[in-house]
């Protein structure tokens, strides 16, 4: 009875540190790029993040490449793979640039605001899926919800306008993504449900101070958060404060950092 129950101990102990290894090998960073697997979802579907700069990244998720806000230049993607699926948020210059973009898109689907497309060559205008605000849509395999973005209060000459511009909920296979685009901690934010990894904008005066995205952030409590879009008038955001201030509430939340401005430009 005795040699059963030390072989059972043993097992148990070999069993949690072998689950323990896996935990921890999970969620290395290396350097520029983070594997997400954390949760029973996104172990079907591992996501890599390769931050460009400021609000452009490549992100390749289950075998299919995405770029969002694709801006910089064609050699700004210099050694990225080819992008599937193009997503564009806003009609502001550190998301849209019609020369990168034509110079990028290939055979990818592009989806983006009314708002964006107008701002583009008649030649490319077709090539664009328009999505509006609270409107979903399904490409490769993914669905693609456009959540609104804006500035608070609201106001007709803000920099941000209510529908004018998208923020973005991706889905496939029970993970859910969410790339806030350039939005202050508006209700539609807070009001998130389920959502796997977020990243969110921080840079005043154009969206939303550290304090202001924390509180949001504490609110929808995503299981990981990236901060982004965080250079401002006055320089970078201090995206360690807002570190401390999610990882220092009740939440579970994990704030993930990377390098968006290599440059400090």
Known sequence: MKK??????????????????????????NNDTAEVIDTEAAMENPLNITPI?????????????????????????TGQPEAQLILITDIHGDHLNAATLL???????????????????????QDVMVLSNGETTNVLGFSIEAI?????????????????GNGY??????????????????PEMRNL????????????????????AADAVIDFAPNQVY???????????????????VEGAEVTTEVRLLDWYPNRS
């Not at 075998?63 to 801006?71: A, E, I, L, W």
């Not at 110079?103 to 205008?125: C, H, S």
């Not at 007709?156 to 004018?164: F, N, P």
């Not at 909920?169 to 508006?186: F, N, Q």
């Open 148 to 164: 609104p973005m804006y500035n608070l209060p609201e106001s007709e000459d803000s920099r941000h306008t209510k529908g004018r």
């Open 169 to 186: 909920v991706i889905s496939k296979e029970g993970m859910r993504v969410y790339v806030s685009g350039d939005t202050e901690d508006i």
């Open 103 to 125: 110079a990028v898109k290939r055979n990818a689907t592009i989806v983006a605001p009314q708002a964006v497309v107008d701002e583009l060559p008649e030649a490319m205008k």
């Open 227 to 245: 901060p982004y879009h965080y250079r401002g008038k006055d320089g970078l955001s201090d995206v360690n404060k807002f570190k401390n201030l």
């Open 4 to 29: 059963l129950l030390l072989l059972v101990t043993i097992s148990l102990v070999f069993a949690c540190n072998d689950k323990q290894n896996k935990k921890e090998t999970a969620k290395e960073v």
């Open 53 to 77: 700069s400021h609000a452009t990244m490549v992100i390749k998720w289950d075998g299919t490449v995405m770029y969002t806000d694709p801006v910089g230049g064609a050699e700004a993607f």
């Open 193 to 212: 449900k389920d959502i796997d990894v977020a990243f969110v904008c921080m840079n005043l005066p154009y969206t939303m101070d550290v304090e202001s």
